[in-house]
């Protein structure tokens, strides 16, 4: 997992409530056995017709949005199936940060083991940045390390400072458990 | 010793490391795969070159991408890969896998209850958000990513901070005509998708513990839907029976000692929940979803919201965008929304019950005019049973076409899908847009409700359609 530090980027409004995984990856794309290659399939749905065209309303179809690495949406963000293929296509697609009032548990957490930063702020706040993303081109700075946001904004966020941990060593937390062979090892033995 | 609840029972009993400023490193006692959250899991044990810690300890099968057909030929190319996958990871790893022709394949959340693999107390994780179905025999069972997968696999635990508790109470008691889907479903219209996030939510009343096994799994298992991490219900003797004698259960004096044991893991009198919502299931009737996720339902008696109805704006924009997708006009009487497909089956309602109930529905009737119905049982073992019960003909005398089983229509992965445009009345979980298929629509129903449109060609309150008993 690469570690996170300071990112700066461009953000991008989904201007909605409760979006599901189903939204961010349709189930036809889950077939694959690669980690790769999720992107191109992001907000399938929402971002193509049923002829395969662009729909031009879609927000990440439109120019000012090119390149966008932040995302904000409304509360509940991630929410329905487990698929971690939700974070894949995001992050593939190259999303690094996510702004949210709120997230669903499961894709909170596969988020945080792909080195994807979902930030939760108050929802006035998040408003804001929806209404000033909307308006203009908004770029901002993300510190993990400060747990700040600035950029026109400047916002602390709180984290779990065991997810900070790793998101900024970028761990491979399956090394990290290994090392704790014996307390698991001795769990197995006094159980049986 | 102060009084506990059954979640934090099995949690303290599975913390294999604590650690002040970590999450708990919990055991994992069973891990339930499937094809399509683990192919990356097991690329990343082989790049790393790491071993399944207890494959002895690991089930696997093969449901979401599964065709339905007789001949349960896959055609696509890449679901085909998927399966053949998992088919050489068992292998090379050493996992027992149910595969496409085993007489125990099936759902995966259907199979191990089924087999006695799920068992009160264990810790259970799957791939899959519905995983919290195992919760109905008061384990602490919940879905994972494929990240948390590939972790499980190496080291059998998994890192977790503790969830709050949640008690969802239902008083009283269902009606007639009135079952376990129409109460979760309600619970869902009443408290919405997200009450239960960062919750392990636990179901206790009445109303629960006089539902069979088959219904409580049906609760626990849309426990994702209200938001929640885990749901469970306390064991109790309709529990111990439901497990006795299944294939992978304890046998003779072990079992007596493990019942005893599973009893006591219920939750103490005067133990205390972060939070309590509740419900009067006297007041509950058949339940129909009206729009793109799981709260927004309604009753058969009702008619379909205005969006100027609702709270915020948030929500009022919510609800326009959903009937704008459902393509449903407010003030409509939901029992006058037509519907072109019916889907029976789903981790949710594809049990032997969920079949016996819409059996008795269609039995002597015919699905309407233009309905494609399906019956998708929800294992082999079910599919037999239904067989020797002669529900089959039941239904394929009445149009609806007897599938094998699979995950098949609640996510369309395969073959099953419902055409854009289209209306399905669906006994699956989930109403998201696109859910069954690109441009699809459904609504949510139980599966005596589903047979009841079927063969109504709209929705139809159930409760004019049965006889009382």
């Known amino acids: 997992m690469q570690p996170f530090n300071t990112f700066e980027g461009l953000v991008c409004p989904i201007d909605r409530i409760n979006v599901d995984t189903d939204q961010i990856i349709p189930k036809q794309f889950l077939k694959r056995v690669e980690r790769q290659g999720f992107g191109q399939f992001l907000f399938y749905n929402w971002r193509f017709d049923q002829d395969g065209k662009k729909n031009p309303d879609f927000i990440l179809n439109q120019p000012k949005y090119k390149g966008a690495s932040i995302l904000v949406a409304r509360d509940n963000f991630g929410c329905g199936s487990s698929r971690e293929h939700a974070p894949w296509a995001l992050q593939d697609y190259g999303f690094k940060v996510i702004i949210a009032p709120s997230f669903a548990d499961i894709f909170y957490n596969n988020c945080q083991k792909n080195g994807v930063l979902t930030v939760i702020l108050d929802p006035r706040k998040v408003d804001r940045l929806i209404r000033a993303s909307q308006e203009k081109s908004l770029k901002l700075t993300v510190s993990l390390e400060n747990q700040v946001i600035t950029g026109g904004f400047e916002e602390h966020f709180d984290i779990d400072p065991y997810k900070k941990k790793m998101l900024i060593q970028g761990l491979d937390e399956i090394a990290v458990t290994m090392s704790y062979e014996d307390e698991i090892a001795a769990f197995e033995k006094q159980r049986a | ?469």
């Not at chain 2, 190319?77 to 088919?87: H, R, W």
């Not at chain 2, 899959?128 to 008061?138: C, E, L, N, Q, V």
């Not at chain 2, 441009?439 to 949510?444: D, F, I, K």
Request: with cysteine.
């Open chain 2, 1 to 469: 010793m102060k009084p506990r609840t059954i979640a934090d029972k099995i949690w303290e009993k599975h913390v294999v490391h604590r650690e002040k400023g970590k999450p708990d490193l919990l055991y994992v006692d069973l891990h339930l795969i499937h094809e399509v959250t683990t192919p990356q899991a097991f690329g990343g044990l082989r790049m790393n070159r790491r071993k399944v810690r207890r494959p002895d300890l690991t089930f696997a099968t093969v449901d979401h991408d599964v065709p339905t057909s007789e001949n349960r030929e896959t055609k696509d190319p890449i679901s085909k890969v998927q399966i053949s996958t998992l088919e050489k990871n068992c292998k090379d790893f050493g996992i027992r896998m149910a595969d496409i022709y085993s007489p125990m394949q099936g759902i995966v959340h259907v199979i191990g209850p089924q087999l006695g693999l799920t068992q009160p107390g264990k810790t259970i994780v799957c791939g899959d958000s519905h995983t919290s179905t195992h919760g109905a025999f008061g384990a602490l069972a919940f879905g994972i990513g494929t990240s948390e997968v590939e972790h499980v696999l190496a080291t059998q635990t998994i890192w977790q901070k503790k969830p709050k508790t949640m008690e969802i109470k239902v008083n009283g008691r269902l009606g007639f005509g009135v079952g376990a889907k129409d109460l979760i479903l309600a619970i869902i219209a009443k408290y919405g998708i997200a009450v239960g996030t960062g919750c392990i939510a636990e179901y206790t009343g009445e109303a629960v513990h006089s539902l069979s096994m088959e219904e409580r799994m049906t609760v626990c298992n849309m426990s994702i839907e209200a938001g929640a991490r885990a749901g469970l219900i306390s064991p109790d003797q309709t529990t111990i029976d439901y497990v006795k004698d299944r294939p992978f259960a304890p046998k003779g004096a072990a079992f007596e000692k493990a019942a005893r044991e599973w009893l006591s893991l219920a939750t103490d009198k005067g133990a205390v929940y972060d939070k309590t919502i509740e419900i009067d299931a006297n007041e509950i009737k058949p339940q129909v979803t009206w729009g793109t996720n799981p709260s927004m339902g309604a009753s058969i008696e009702d008619t379909v919201p205005d969006p100027d109805s609702f709270a915020t704006e948030e929500k009022r924009e919510s609800a326009a965008k959903a009937l704008a997708y459902m393509d449903l006009k407010s003030g409509t009487p939901i029992r006058d929304i037509p519907i072109d497909v019916v889907f029976i089956g789903s981790c949710t309602n594809s049990r032997i019950s969920d079949l016996r109930q819409a059996a008795q529905v269609v039995r002597g009737h015919h699905v309407a005019n233009g309905v494609r119905a399906l019956v998708v049982p929800g294992s082999q073992q079910i599919r037999k049973q239904a067989e020797t019960e002669g529900l089959d003909t039941i239904f394929t005398d009445a149009g609806f076409e007897w599938r094998q089983p699979g995950c098949s229509m609640c996510l369309a992965m395969n073959d099953d899908i419902v055409p854009a445009g289209k209306r399905c009345a669906s006994t699956s979980n989930r109403n998201f847009e696109g859910r069954q298929g690109a441009g699809s629509r459904t609504h949510l129903v139980s599966p005596a409700m589903a047979a009841a449109a079927a063969i109504s060609g709209h929705f139809a309150d159930v409760r004019d359609l049965v006889e009382t008993k």
